[in-house]
């Protein structure tokens, strides 16, 4: 047990080094622990959320998902780790189905594994994915539209939404910023949230890649359940629990080759 005369500040401290480190607290298991109140610790949880520490959820709080930088500097990030992602992804790919793939750095490497000469419909939202498979042989390229987010390199609002909404798709890769077996998946804005959440209404099966850095954690917007996802890419060193509590939820989960770091 923590020292029970542990002032708020340490205590604070010390739930958010936990957070930090990648760990969900519980609020009656820390009201336990500090021999403190429950009300205590979730005062103690409200602020540190309010600071952009964490984000509150049902009964405690989740670290946040890595903030999205620069569309530039998210695809300078770890490209060997997402280009294993994104074979491992490509490789559910089927010939002759359509899909719709998501903006996103990981979702590029997806669309660059896709196999040479397979017969394909790929739908996407981000320019710099349309410009990768534009004259690829086998590839019908459909561009949605709509205003062009600068950070996220997304196509989004009205005119993206409309677009979607015609399409039918087998495969649909989300670019999804967070997901948790409890909280579920998150994005970082309401428009990208509404945009996922209609990509998942036009598909058979929906498909995430996810650096382990986005497992376990939270975004200030949901986009769905985490059992949304029919299937997952995850990394090798993917945290075991966290993997085995989505498989519980019907997530089929595929795991990439180990990338050089």
């Known amino acids: 047990m923590v020292n029970p005369l542990t002032l708020p500040d340490e205590r604070q401290q010390i739930i958010l080094d936990r957070i930090a480190s990648g760990e969900r607290v519980i609020a009656g298991q820390l009201a336990r622990e500090f021999n403190t109140s429950e009300d205590t610790i979730r005062r103690d949880l409200r602020e540190l959320a309010a600071a952009g520490k964490c984000r509150r959820v049902y009964g405690g709080a989740l670290p946040l998902s890595p903030a999205s930088g620069s569309l530039a500097a998210r695809r300078a990030e770890a490209p060997e780790r997402k280009a294993a992602l994104g074979r491992a992804a490509a490789a559910l790919v089927a010939p002759g189905q359509t899909l719709l793939i998501d ?4 979702n590029a490497a997806i669309a660059r594994a896709l196999k040479p000469g397979i017969a394909l419909t790929v739908a ?14 086998g590839i019908e390229l459909i561009m949605i539209g709509g205003r062009v987010d600068p950070r996220s390199g997304a196509a989004l609002g009205a005119r993206a939404l409309r677009d979607v909404g015609d399409l039918r798709v087998d495969l649909a890769f989300l670019g999804a910023c967070a997901i948790d077996p409890e909280a579920g998946l998150a994005a970082f804005e309401a428009e990208e949230a509404e945009f996922k959440r209609r990509i998942a209404a036009r598909a058979k099966a929906v498909v995430a890649a996810m650096t382990t850095d986005k497992l376990g954690t939270t975004a200030p917007f949901a986009v769905g359940p985490a059992s949304l996802l029919a299937d997952l890419v995850v990394e090798a060193e993917a ?5 085995a509590a989505l498989a519980a939820q019907g ?11």
């Open 103 to 106: 903006a996103g750095s990981t």
């Open 124 to 137: 996407t939202n981000a320019p710099d994915i349309a410009a990768g498979l534009v004259g690829r042989p």
């Open 239 to 243: 945290p075991a629990a966290i993997i």
């Open 251 to 261: 997530v089929r989960i595929h795991l990439a080759a180990e990338a050089a770091r």
